[in-house]
């Protein structure tokens, strides 16, 4: 069964360093977005993709904060400067028709940890 | 309350048991989704309810919705073992772009 894959499973990285998640969306899928979760709390909406530019974004979503879909398969997350509070779990996810038609597929999620 | 949230916060019970979580929003909705998540992995989803419809079944699942009092209710029926996790609702709401709001989840903890 197609899934999306993401790496690296968990990153430690020092406050300030740039980091770069990576996923693979299901080969069919159109609409791709990160989702990020703190430890404990609930799954928040970071940024979505669609036709090679972003559709709609958060508040998190700040200047610290970029997507990008450099090779057709993979789909990037890359925060420029961490700050401690970037630390969760980020969460990618992919649909065929957007959200409005139906459910999201998630990968299993990259963890960050920011020192 | 905030937009999908989620009661109880957790429920204990034993293997062949019924769970019944439930899911409360505050705006007008396309659609309501319920998510799994076992701990630590990413978010599996388990049904889709449109806002014109009332009840739905998968399998041992059973998803309401009332739209008139903003809530939605998931309902395990004879649970198991297997299925202790966390459960999330998530809402698309009209005038939204379409990005999914999520509660804080329910942990269901079926003790074997």
Redesign the interface.
């Known amino acids: 069964e197609p899934e999306?894959t993401q790496t690296p499973s968990h990153q430690v990285t020092q406050m300030g360093q740039e980091v770069i998640l990576r996923c693979v969306p299901i080969s069919n899928h159109l609409y791709f977005?990160w989702?990020r979760q703190i430890l404990g709390?609930?799954?928040?909406?970071l940024v979505?993709f669609y036709n090679n530019e972003i559709?709609?974004k958060?508040e998190i979503f700040d200047d610290q904060f970029s997507v990008e879909r450099p090779d057709g398969s993979n789909f990037t997350l890359k925060i420029r400067s961490t700050k401690l509070e970037d630390s969760a779990m980020y969460?990618c996810?992919s649909t065929e028709q957007?959200?409005?038609a139906?459910?999201?597929?998630?990968?299993?999620?990259s963890r960050l940890t920011v020192l | 309350s905030q937009q999908g949230e989620e009661d109880p916060q957790a429920l204990s019970i034993q293997e062949g048991e019924n769970a019944t979580m439930n899911c409360s929003y505050k705006t007008s909705i396309n659609n309501l989704q319920w998510y799994r998540q076992n701990s630590g992995r990413g978010l599996v989803h388990l049904i889709l309810i449109r806002s014109n419809e009332r009840e739905k079944h998968s399998g041992r699942l059973r998803v309401t919705l009332d739209t008139s009092k903003k809530s939605s209710s998931l309902l395990i029926t004879a649970s198991r073992a297997a299925d202790t996790a966390s459960y999330f609702c998530a809402t698309d709401a009209r005038g939204s772009q379409g990005n999914l709001i999520f509660g804080k989840g329910t942990k269901l903890s079926v003790k074997p």
């Open positions: 999306v977005y989702y709390q609930k799954v928040e909406f979505s559709s709609e958060s969460f996810a957007g959200q409005r139906g459910e999201l597929f998630f990968g299993e999620g």
